[in-house]
């Protein structure tokens, strides 16, 4: 069964910051592409950053210096730091897991993290 457990989210001033952990179970982690996205109420879903298997990594442009997505294989685990965060963050984050096999790649989801940044 597979299991992607999202924590850290919270409530938090402009300008503060949050790490989110993403605990993953049930799958081969370490040839996963993991990645983290949004949304915010009346908005479409959207990336915010990825990390691939070898660690290669991508930002949304609205994040880029601000968040640092990483990775731990050993635990299972992949974060994404947070920092100077603007009210135009807060949102539900969810944790997304691309499993790649011979014949097609598994996609799976985290139930989601709030996120919330006062002015």
């Known amino acids: 069964q597979v299991q992607l457990v999202e924590s850290g989210g919270g409530l938090v001033q402009a300008g503060g910051s949050l790490r989110l952990s993403c605990a993953a179970s049930g799958i081969m982690f370490s040839i996963s592409n993991m990645g983290w996205y949004r949304q915010a109420p009346g908005k479409q879903r959207e990336l915010v950053a990825a990390?691939?298997?070898?660690?290669?990594?991508k930002y949304a442009d609205s994040v880029k210096g601000r968040f640092t997505i990483s990775r731990d294989n050993a635990k299972n685990t992949v974060y994404l730091q947070m920092n100077s965060l603007k009210p135009e963050d807060t949102a539900l984050y969810y944790c997304?897991?691309?499993?790649?096999?011979?014949?097609?790649?598994?996609?799976?989801w985290g139930q989601g993290t709030q996120v919330t940044v006062s002015s």
């Open positions: 990390i691939s298997g070898v660690g290669t990594t």
């Open positions: 997304n897991a691309v499993v790649p096999t011979a014949f097609r790649a598994y996609e799976y």
